[in-house]
Nanobody, 125 residues
Framework: QVQLVESGGGLVQAGGSLRLSCTAS????????LGWFRQAPGKEREFLSAISWTGSSSYYAESAKGRFTISRDNAKNTVYLQMNSLKADDTAVYYC??????????????????WGQGTLVTVSS
């Protein structure tokens, strides 16, 4: 299958920006649908965004729409999450995920093929 490794997390002040990266490896990684979730302390995992394997289609949760942008570079085997106007409530561990066939319905919390280990984003107010 595919293996995922996130990077780019860290400490940022409110109003700032971060770009998270998730690099994939493994069989047929370029054909996987990719996306991002997060899990804040004491809360359940929350869907943020998904992008199709071609990069031509994407969608966002309401919590991410307008501030976060998902993109991918298949030549680099990487999916990105650009996060702007960060707020303290954005503090969470951010995970990337992959699924070979499923693209729609990620907001309903389906079981996906692969998950990264997570990268911590801390937003100070």
């Amino acid at each position: 299958q595919v293996q995922l490794v996130e990077s780019g997390g860290g400490l940022v002040q409110a109003g700032g920006s971060l770009r998270l990266s998730c690099t994939a490896s493994g069989r047929s990684f370029s054909t996987y649908n990719l996306g991002w979730f997060r899990q804040a302390p004491g809360k359940e995992r929350e869907f943020l965004s998904a992008i199709s394997w071609t990069g031509s289609s994407s969608y966002y949760a309401e919590s991410a729409k307008g501030r976060f942008t998902i993109s991918r570079d298949n030549a680099k085997n990487t999916v990105y999450l650009q996060m702007n106007s960060l707020k303290a409530d954005d503090t969470a561990v951010y995970y990337c995920a992959a699924d070979r066939y499923r693209f729609s319905g990620w907001n309903r919390g389906p079981s996906l093929d692969a998950w990264g280990q997570g990268t911590l984003v801390t937003v100070s107010s």
